[in-house]
């Protein structure tokens, strides 16, 4: 009963906070704000950039946003992050999928609980490789934005890019989705929910133990 009751509590836990990554790696993919950089001279302008556009804040227009014209023209790391986090978007997607049929709580038929545990182990490997792929993006345009911003070649007078919310909604994104992953794997290697356990044990016995019904016969010859 308690194995039961573990299982089931790992694989809500884990679908949970997948789920909860993916969502989060999809709003960080498509929010504009990667990078944030407040001007110095004018406190009243503020601008963000993320994968897709470039926005600037001002108090009296408000917000004004301009998609980027050229894929080619973007840099390096731009580039690369649109690809991997459209990726971590579709490995997440498909983890989703394939991990929920192997769930206890639905039904495909009576004796499928291999079958389960494998889509449970494939769905826990999805969502760690949609979490490594949403982590690499998000540290690597972290990373480059550190160098930058210490980097003593540029005047000190030029503005610097720091750190968006973006990058720490894909942080906590990556992480979650790895750790759901690993708690559905830890769902996986348990001891197997009884779905008709008792089904099973009788039929087992019988299979295993055919003697024990005769058992009162061969006593008697």
Request: charged share 15%.
């Amino acid at each position: 009963m308690m194995a039961l009751v573990f299982r089931t509590v790992m694989q809500s836990f884990g679908i949970s906070l997948s789920l909860l990554g993916w969502v989060l790696s999809i709003i960080a993919t498509y929010l504009p704000h990667w990078k944030n950089l407040n001007l110095d001279l004018n406190e009243m302008e503020n601008w963000t950039m993320g994968l897709w556009q470039t926005c600037v804040i001002q108090e009296e227009v408000g917000r004004q946003c301009k998609d980027f014209d050229s894929f080619l023209a973007l840099p390096a790391e731009l580039r690369i992050s649109r690809i991997l986090m459209f990726l971590s978007n579709g490995l997440g997607f498909l983890g989703l999928l394939v991990s929920g049929f192997g769930l206890d709580c639905l039904r495909i038929g009576d004796r499928q609980q291999d079958c389960k545990k494998r889509l449970l182990i494939l769905g826990g490997l999805l969502f760690w490789t949609s979490g490594v792929t949403a982590l690499v993006p998000v540290s690597w345009v972290a990373h480059l934005t550190v160098q930058e911003f210490w980097d003593e070649t540029i005047p000190e007078i030029v503005p610097r890019w720091e750190f968006g919310e973006a990058l720490f909604i894909g942080w906590f994104a990556g992480f979650s989705l790895l750790l759901g992953g690993s708690l559905l794997h830890c769902a996986a290697c348990s001891t197997q929910a009884p779905g008709a356990s008792g089904h099973y044990a009788v039929a087992e016995m019988q299979t295993q133990c055919p003697y024990l019904g005769n058992r009162t016969t061969d006593h008697k010859v």
